[in-house]
């Protein structure tokens, strides 16, 4: 059973950045897609980023496009997102997650994904 962490969440003001990182243990890292959700206060958890299995598929949602960055390093097991140029719509807590099905097409949909972190929070001041 995969095990997700986040790290590198924290305070920053708007325009600053910070780089989120994802460690997964257990389970083939190499074989899923990944990708990155968040969820503000009140809001629902919507998707941000995601990755396929050899970095050559990567998505982003309109709203950060330009200015985030999703990567993974299948060596490692971590998929990291870059924040750059952040606002503070930007401020929520951010989670990794994990396909649910392995080699399957790279997808933005939460019902697809099927392991998830414990979320770091992401906080920008203006």
């Known amino acids: 059973q995969v095990q997700l962490v986040e790290s590198g969440g924290g305070s920053v003001q708007a325009g600053g950045s910070l780089r989120l990182s994802c460690a997964a243990s257990g389970g083939t890292f190499w074989s899923y897609g990944m990708g990155w959700f968040r969820q503000a206060p009140g809001k629902e958890r919507e998707f941000v980023a995601a990755?396929?299995?050899?970095?050559?598929?990567?998505d982003y949602t309109d709203s950060v496009k330009g200015r985030f960055t999703i990567s993974r390093d299948n060596a490692k097991n971590t998929v990291s997102l870059q924040m750059n140029s952040l606002k503070p719509e930007d401020t929520a807590v951010y989670y990794c997650?994990?396909?649910?099905?392995?080699?399957?097409?790279?997808?933005?949909?939460?019902?697809?994904?099927?392991?998830w972190g414990q979320g770091t929070q992401v906080t920008v001041s203006a």
């Open positions: 997650a994990r396909h649910l099905t392995p080699w399957g097409v790279l997808s933005r949909k939460m019902t697809d994904f099927g392991s």
């Open positions: 990755i396929g299995r050899s970095s050559s598929t990567i």
